[in-house]
Each structure stands twice: as C-alpha cells, then as structure tokens.
C-alpha cells in the first residue's frame, strides 16, 4: 500500500473530484428520493461513461481502463464525499464479480457493454449484514438443457435499476454463480424500506430459467468471499468520503458560526471535537485503503477488510454525529443537508457488517473464535 498517491492518482482524483460537483450536486441527490421520481441519474451517468470510470477496473480488451481495484476506490471515496447515486457503485461490484468469478465468455458478453455505460448490474452474493457468510441464497437444478433457479435474498442494491444481477446458487452441493436478467419471467423485485430513500430489494426468482452460458463454473467460497470483501472494502472507502465531507462542513461552520463575539471553531471542546473527527476519519482511510490493496493483489483481504470496517464505520458515525453537534440546532434541519451524509453513512455502516461483525471475521482468521 502506498501512503502517499502517485501524481497519476492524484489528476484522477481531481478529475473526479470536480466532475461530481458539477455533475452531483444535493438537489440532485435530493430530487432522486422524491417519491415517484426516475432514481436513474443520465446525465450523470453520461459523464462518468465518458469519464471512463465504469471502465476503471477492467482489461482494455473488454473496453476498460486497465486499472485496479485502487482506482475504483479513488472513486468511491469521491462519490461518498459527493453521496453520488449508488447504481454506478452497483453496476461497479457486478463487473468485478463477473470479471473474477465468470470466465473468458461471461467477461466478453458482459465487460464491455458495462464499460461503455450500455449495461447495469447489481450482485446478491452475500448474507445481508455479514459481507463474511458466502452460502448460497438461492437453489439451481437441471430441467433439460437449462437450469431453474428458485430462492430469495435480501437487500439487494438498486435493483430497480439494474439489467443483470448475479447470484449464487446451490447446484447439488456445488456453488455456482448465475447472471440473470433482472426482469425476466420469475423474478419478482420487492423494495424495501430503509434510511435515506429506495435502493435496497428483495429479489425472489421461482423457477428462473438460465442457459448454461450463464453459469459460471463451481466457485469456492474463498472465491466469493475475495469477492464480497472487495465491495465491502470500497463500501469501507465510500464510508471514509461521507465522514470527510461531514468533518469539512463542520469545519467550515465552526470557522463562520460566532458565539459571545468569537468564532465557534475557537472554543477548544470544538477543537477537540475536530480534533477526534480527523484523526479517526485518517485512522479509516488508510485501513480501507490498505484492504482494497490487498484484494486488489489477489490476497484473502479478510483481516484488513475487518480492520477496515471497524475503522470506517466508527469514522463515519463519530463524524457525522459530531457534525451535528458542531452545527447546533440547525444541524437537524433537514435543509442544511447534513442529514444526507448521516443516512448514507448509517446504510453503508450496516449492509455489510457492523463493527462487531467484522471483528468475528478477525477472531476466525486469527484463530479466536476456537
């Protein structure tokens, strides 16, 4: 892991950086929470298409970027500072499953429309709040020359809006990934509600037919754990953008807010409060960082990706609610905005595994839990 980012990796920062303050400002994350309103952010998915980030990660020869799991993370923790629309982080973590469990097949039907913006995924392929627990949701059995899938899992990301999802399915004692089209006959998609809007589902499939070019071959539950603790580590990133952005508008209220004749930022509890915010945002930023590195060389990840959630979800909930603090009253006015940060950060401290969670995973890879 390197501490310090390399002048290519701070331009990609910047890029993105002033893209989505152009292109995501809060009445656009706003207006996507209305009730009836198109969750479908185009324009935003336009530039970021153009951008080349729904590319980053993927080989040239599926029409991405060749880059790494380290440059989806420079966007993740720009859109966590952004609250940019989930579906692109969505559409991100089903590429990466099909391009590290799919094979040679799989990658050239699916990669290249994804990078080119022209297709939307979404993945059910871990127990909801425990990013660890690789089982199988769904059954798979054989009717001829297909497979029927049938089962039901749980918060599922933005699957209103997605035109695939892969799952995993118990094919006779075997693991098998399968990619489905999210609106074919058998898949029923149930919303569910949770803070801060629509996004989360429930996908129910009876009897879903699939062809065998669909189906990947028997995965291994290290496979689909290097999988999930991938996204969890960039959930982890995006956690570590919500707190940065919560800490730097608390720092610029406290600078203009005046109490008794003096800024607000000069009382030391506030200092201290800062304080505390910066030096656990930092904490969290560099075990992210530090566990999409090793996932991205190949590695299991499972220790730093625990360290990592234990860091970013403490980060993220200090942050934001000593933001509030900071701001007063007037934090919790739903017109300031800082309520987004807050929800968000509360969505993504949970879906994978709380801090608690993540430290079994810690006991079991060092052994504790025997």
Request: hydrophobic share 45%.
């Amino acid at each position: 892991m390197k501490l310090v980012a390399s002048p290519e990796e701070r331009d990609l920062r910047a890029m993105l950086h002033d893209l989505l303050a152009a292109e995501c400002p809060t009445t656009l994350v706003r207006s996507l929470r209305e009730p009836g309103a198109d969750r479908f952010p185009a324009t935003l998915w336009k530039s970021l298409t153009a951008a080349g980030v729904l590319g980053l990660p993927f080989a040239e020869e599926y029409g991405g970027m060749g880059g790494r799991l380290d440059d989806v993370a420079t966007y993740v923790l720009e859109a966590g500072r952004a609250l940019a629309p989930s579906v692109v982080t969505s559409t991100l973590a089903f590429g990466i499953a099909v391009d590290r469990l799919g094979g040679d097949d799989l990658r050239a039907r699916h990669l290249p429309a994804l990078s080119a913006g022209e297709l939307r995924g979404t993945i059910a392929l871990a127990a909801p709040g425990n990013a660890h627990d690789a089982r199988p949701a769904f059954t798979a059995q054989r009717d001829g020359a297909r497979w029927r899938i049938s089962g039901q899992a749980e918060y599922v990301p933005d699957l209103d809006l997605a035109d695939r999802v892969l799952v995993t399915a118990d094919a006779e004692g075997e693991t098998i990934g399968v990619v489905l089209a999210a609106r074919a006959d058998g898949v029923r998609s149930e919303p569910l509600d949770v803070m801060g809007g629509p996004g989360q589902f429930r996908l129910v499939l009876d009897g879903v037919g699939v062809e065998d070019a669909d189906v990947t071959a028997p995965l291994g539950a290290p496979q689909l754990r290097a999988v999930s603790h991938a996204v969890a580590a960039l959930h982890c990133v995006e956690l570590v953008g919500v707190a940065e952005e919560a800490l730097r508008r608390a720092v610029e209220h406290v600078r203009e807010r005046h109490q008794f004749g003096r800024p607000l930022g000069s009382f030391q509890a506030a200092q201290h409060l800062v304080a505390d915010m910066h030096i656990g945002i930092q904490a969290a930023r560099l075990s992210a960082l530090a566990a999409v590195a090793a996932l991205g060389r190949g590695e299991s990840g499972v220790r730093e990706s625990a360290v990592a959630r234990m860091h970013a979800t403490k980060a993220a909930k200090v942050a934001t609610l000593d933001a509030h603090q900071l701001h007063g009253g007037m934090g919790y006015v739903l017109e300031t905005d800082l309520h987004l940060w807050s929800e968000r950060a509360r969505v993504l401290a949970t879906l994978d595994g709380t801090a608690d969670t993540a430290a079994s995973w810690l006991a079991e890879e060092v052994g504790l839990d025997s």
